[in-house]
């Protein structure tokens, strides 16, 4: 069964940094699939934030373009998401899946918390 593991996270302050990581594990087909960073705040959805293709090109939603960068590394079957900038708002849990139709396991998530 496919396991999905994200790390980093933490608490910072407006205007900071933080880069959150996924190992997707047992998954041979990593390197041919379009994967992506989904996050969710208590009481709301989950919503996409932003999503990366087999060959590297990346997608944002409005709210986090310019901001956030999602790179992968195949070898590894990893998963990287780079925050900048950070807003009270991007205060969510984070979790990597797979773009538009994700497994429906998911990992424990990263928590990003944005103090201002």
């Known amino acids: 069964q496919v396991q999905l593991v994200e790390s980093g996270g933490g608490s910072v302050e407006a205007g900071e940094s933080l880069t959150v990581s996924c190992v997707i594990a047992k998954f041979p087909s990593f390197s041919a699939r379009a994967m992506g960073w989904y996050r969710q705040a208590p009481g709301k959805q989950r919503a996409l934030a932003g999503s990366?293709?087999?060959?590297?090109?990346?997608n944002y939603p409005d709210f986090v373009k310019d901001r956030f960068t999602i790179s992968r590394e195949n070898a590894g079957n990893t998963l990287n998401l780079k925050l900048n900038s950070l807003k009270t708002d991007d205060t969510s849990r984070y979790y990597c899946n797979i773009d538009t139709v994700p497994l429906d396991s998911w990992g424990q998530g990263a928590q990003v918390t944005v103090s201002s």
């Open positions: 990366i293709s087999k060959d590297g090109s990346t």
